[in-house]
């Protein structure tokens, strides 16, 4: 279906930054870069101004019935829980083969209209459990920045909604609409990696008082060797009972676990310090700069110089 005509459905409270990213991307007019502007319509079950909850008021000029014949459909995100005549929008653009849209907490809106069933989908990660919890026909991939399944789009956690719109651009319109969109908006027109490289991963706490201090000791000594049998003598179990409660207390293998708190390790190091690449692998426990790379990139979808280059915070 070709992109001319965009429908945003708004739920209150609106996000204001989710939303004004589908603004941002369909809603300037263009026409002296040579864009084409959208037919851009803001839409709300009762048109009108929607609070924020942030002392700012956004106005919907249409009612639902302005995204009945729309191109794209789509649902920033909202903690509202959508109505049914919202989520029969969702399910008549699906049907009719129209885009639809969600940016972060939007696929919500999305699962409950049913159209994530049988499909890939993101958002953010920090929901990522809740939405595939609420909708196990939906596959969640907490890792990407947004995923295209068919005509359903849905992006990850706030700024990757602008990688999902300039993705739905390219794919429409063309890489050169795309990529002067994406200039005026002083962003780049396609990232690499995804949401793993922003995911916070805190060190699992837990409550046995046998694995407490295991944890310490592997944390604290990142570059030793560690095997389950050592572990288990310090723990005084054996190491069938260790790897046992150890996946039962953190969800992970000893092995895993180590390797994750490692890449912690390095990118604390890699946002934080000027070491070169082999001298963080060291610090953080790899050794050597390839295998520092091989578990870094699979950890967070970056290599260890780009993930560098994106975070490090200049002096």
């Known amino acids: 279906m070709a992109l001319h005509s965009v429908a945003v459905v708004l739920q209150e409270p609106v996000a204001l930054f989710e939303y004004g990213v589908l603004a941002e991307v369909f809603g300037i ?71 639809v849209l969600s940016v972060c907490s939007g696929a919500f809106t999305l699962g409950a209209a049913g159209v994530l069933d049988g499909r890939r989908a993101t958002t953010h990660w920090r929901h990522a459990a809740e939405l595939a919890e609420r909708h196990p026909l939906a596959t969640v991939d907490p890792d990407v920045l947004y995923v295209r399944d068919g005509t359903v789009i849905t992006s990850a956690g706030t700024a990757a909604g602008i990688d999902a719109c300039l993705h739905l651009v390219r794919h429409e319109l063309g890489a ?15 990232r690499d990696g995804g949401q793993r490289q922003f995911i916070d991963r805190p060190v699992p706490v837990t409550d046995s008082e046998s694995l407490g201090p295991v944890l310490a000791y ?13 572990l288990a003598r310090r723990a005084a179990m054996s190491p069938r009972t260790l790897a046992r409660r150890f996946v039962a207390e953190t969800g992970t293998t000893p092995h895993q676990w180590l ?57």
């Open 218 to 230: 592997m944390s604290e000594n990142l570059a030793e060797q560690h095997a389950v049998a050592d």
């Open 176 to 190: 050169s609409v795309a990529t002067r969109i994406a200039r005026r908006m002083v962003v780049p027109p396609h």
């Open 259 to 315: 390797t994750d708190q490692r890449v912690l390790r390095a990118r604390e190091l890699l946002e934080e310090s000027d070491l070169p690449v082999d001298a963080v692998a060291r610090e953080a426990g790899f050794g050597t700069a390839a295998l520092l790379r091989h578990h870094f990139t699979r950890g967070t979808g970056l290599s260890p110089s780009a993930f560098r280059s994106q975070h490090r915070c200049p002096a």
């Open 29 to 99: 007019d263009r026409s002296e870069e040579g864009i084409d502007p959208f037919d851009y319509r803001v839409c709300a079950e009762r048109p009108g101004p929607l609070d924020s909850h942030h002392g700012t008021a956004v106005v919907a000029a249409h009612g639902l019935e302005a995204a009945a014949d729309a191109d794209l459909v789509a649902v920033p995100a909202t903690s509202a829980v959508p109505s049914p005549a919202v989520l029969q929008v969702v399910r008549d653009a699906v049907e009719r083969g129209a885009w």
